[in-house]
């Protein structure tokens, strides 16, 4: 099976902040690659699929990209909307497993 | 708008059959992988099990020897049984929704259904 792996566990940043979140997967994976943010008590919503290709509706300070079996997540400029933790999914094989969250706060 | 509605019992005791319906409405069904991943209380999310119509049905290792997921086209519904439950099933257990080509895009959730196993 896949393992993914992410860092760093939390960070907490101040509105305007750049951010980024990595991940990665212990194999190969292509591009298939997701990222989903949660907020507590809410279901996952998908932010990125295909590594890089942007959800219909998620604003533009979201993007993604991929090195050999490292994602990284940014967000270029942090709101206040965009606390909760973060995770990766690969979509490659089955199982497809996610990685441990990153738990974003806003300073 | 696509939408999941889920339900099913939220209490249960050890070795008894967790059992959860997911409901879609207002899109394709037999389009769509669709799945279930859960997620135990203050922790991260587990994949278990997917299904399509006319495709294979895929489970994860580690609950394939006790999970079944199914299809009700005719109600365009999608279903979880996890058999001889115990307090590490407990969670919550998530109806998704994924691409065409599998389930491992996962762009519309059901509402989450608590499920808490205790004697």
């Known amino acids: 099976d896949i393992q993914m792996t992410q860092s760093p566990s939390s960070l907490s940043a101040s509105v305007g902040d750049r951010v980024t979140i990595i991940c990665r997967a212990s194999?190969?994976?292509?591009?298939?690659l997701n990222w989903y943010q949660q907020k507590p008590g809410k279901a996952p919503k998908l932010l990125v699929y295909l590594a890089s290709s942007l959800q219909t509706g998620v604003p533009s300070r979201f993007s993604s990209s991929r090195s050999g079996t490292d994602f990284t997540l940014t967000i270029s400029s942090l709101q206040p909307e965009d606390f909760g933790t973060y995770y990766c999914q690969q979509s490659y094989s089955t199982p497809f497993a996610f990685g441990p969250g990153t738990k974003v706060d806003i300073k | 708008q696509v939408q999941l509605q889920q339900w099913g019992a939220g209490l249960l005791k050890p070795s008894e059959t967790l059992s959860l319906t997911c409901g879609v409405y207002g899109g394709s069904f037999s389009a769509y992988y669709w799945s279930w991943i859960r997620q135990p209380p203050g922790k991260g999310l587990e994949w278990i099990a997917e299904?399509?119509?006319?495709?294979?049905?895929n489970y994860n290792p580690s609950l394939k020897s006790r999970v079944t997921i199914s299809l009700d086209t005719s109600d365009n519904q999608f279903s979880l049984k996890l058999n001889s439950v115990t307090a590490a099933d407990s969670g919550v257990y998530y109806c998704?929704?994924?691409?065409?080509?599998?389930?491992?895009?996962?762009?519309?959730w059901g509402q989450g259904t608590l499920v808490t196993v205790s004697s």
């Open positions: 299904v399509n119509h006319g495709g294979p049905t």
């Open positions: 998704v929704r994924g691409a065409t080509y599998s389930s491992g895009r996962g762009d519309i």
């Open positions: 194999q190969s994976i292509d591009n298939y």
